[in-house]
């Protein structure tokens, strides 16, 4: 079970990286890890830098895919953007640079797929 929930998963981020691509995106970073967080995707379009969450689920769904992005998990996204940018080389990116967090959904159905993408899915807020 774990194997498929895996390949649906990897799939699903070729998919998000192609359709990124698309737009116009350039992937700097796939599945970045530090310690215990994560990035599924690092992108670049223009002077954004994007820290795409991706959600890969097989139909039929009980419940939208975006909708597990939870408080919880923005929060990790958050922390690991810190980590992200805390570990580069901050020259690198131009001195405006916006930092933005998608999410990008794919519902496999069979040998077809969906793709959603919610560009600027959320907006950190600070306590």
């Known amino acids: ?59 039929p769904l009980m419940a939208a895919p975006e909708e597990n992005v939870d408080w919880k998990k923005r929060q990790r996204l958050v922390k690991a953007a810190r980590a992200y940018l805390g570990s580069r080389d901050r020259e690198a990116l131009p001195p405006d640079v916006e930092i933005l967090f998608d999410v990008l959904t794919v519902v496999f159905n069979g040998p077809e797929f969906a793709i959603e993408y919610y560009p600027q899915a959320f907006i950190p807020t600070y306590a």
């Open 1 to 59: 079970m774990k194997n498929d929930k895996q390949a649906v998963g990897r799939r699903g981020e070729d998919l998000a990286c192609e359709h990124l691509v698309g737009l116009g995106h350039t992937i700097l970073e796939r599945n970045w890890r530090h310690s215990h967080l994560e990035i599924d995707i690092v992108s670049r379009l223009h002077n954004e830098l994007h820290i795409v969450e991706v959600k890969s689920r097989t139909a």
